[in-house]
């Protein structure tokens, strides 16, 4: 039809199109009565709570399960993950996880870049495991809650790395850290009526900034070879010293047994001979014959041969050959 021309105009059937229109409306009643249905149930799964507002307003939660509700936009379910555990990245985002993890290549160092309570800086990234305990306070007392709760990891993270030094947050002060967060982040949760909770603190890397990571590593060496140098020196120290020690008590303890018994043999030999000299007086001629015997009760066992001969015998000696040298 050209309804420039005139001639090919012709005038429109009203009762056609009221017809067709009657036609299709029992399809177009049956299409809104299917998607009011199909808006009157939903599902919770095991893991969420269904929360249903009202035009918006907080009404009741909906456990796992099949529920019906009135259509939207009257009212409407969110479901929340009371039972999954999230959590949240900092410093670096997870781009594909599994046994070899890939990472995204984007620079997050706006996260992760720190300064530490020795003016240092450090580059700390962590991940927050939490769950959500009370969803009606996750969605209605604060406002973005995950940004908010990101926002409090961050604050939290600087103030407790700017009370440590460089060396305690990249060695042995990491698992301090993590907890010492863990406790404060918990507490401005629990203040700010968040519904979560904090179930671990990880630092995954803590490392120098990248433009400074040479001269931190050539300075790592240096201290590291200056304490083998001393552990090295207190080796030889100990390996000597206690030896030297040990040695020179013996050696003390070798005189000084030396010297007792030097003592004790002179006070005794005196002794002896006191009571030598006291027999003496009393019997001169018993002492010297019982000296004399014990003289010869020592000597005569060093001799191989003993002759006994009178000694009135003249010119005996020569042929016995008594000129000999004897063994002792």
Known sequence: ???????????????????????????????????????????????????????????????????????????????????????????????????????????????????????????????????????????????????????????????????????????????????EVKGKLQELCNQYQTGIVVEQIVLQDANPPDPVKPSFNEVNQAQQEKQRMINDAWAEYNRVIPRAKGQALQTIQEAKGYSADRINRAKGDALFFEQILKAYKKAPRVTKDRLFIETMEDIYPRFEKKVIIDEKVKGLIPLLGLDKKVKP
């Open 1 to 179: 039809m050209d309804m420039r021309n005139p001639a090919n105009f012709q005038p429109i059937d009203r009762k056609q199109i009221k017809k067709q229109f009657k036609s299709a409306l029992p399809l177009v009643i049956l299409f809104l009565v299917g998607i009011v249905a199909w808006n009157c149930w939903y599902t919770v799964e095991p893991e969420e709570v269904g929360l249903i507002l009202r035009f918006g307003k907080f009404q009741r939660e909906s456990q796992p399960g099949l529920h019906f509700k009135m259509p939207y936009p009257v009212e409407q379910v969110i479901k929340i993950p009371v039972q999954r555990q999230l959590k949240e990245e900092f410093g670096f985002r997870t781009r594909i996880p599994g046994v070899r993890t890939i990472y995204s290549q984007k620079n997050f160092e706006h996260e992760s870049l720190m300064l530490t309570g020795d003016l240092n800086v450090a580059v700390v990234e962590w991940i927050t495991q939490y769950r959500i305990r009370n969803p009606y306070f996750y969605l209605f007392k604060v406002k973005n809650p995950r940004q908010t709760f990101r926002d409090m990891n961050e604050a939290i993270m600087r103030e407790v790395v700017g009370d440590k030094t460089v060396t305690n947050v990249l060695t042995v002060g990491r698992q301090e850290i993590a907890d």
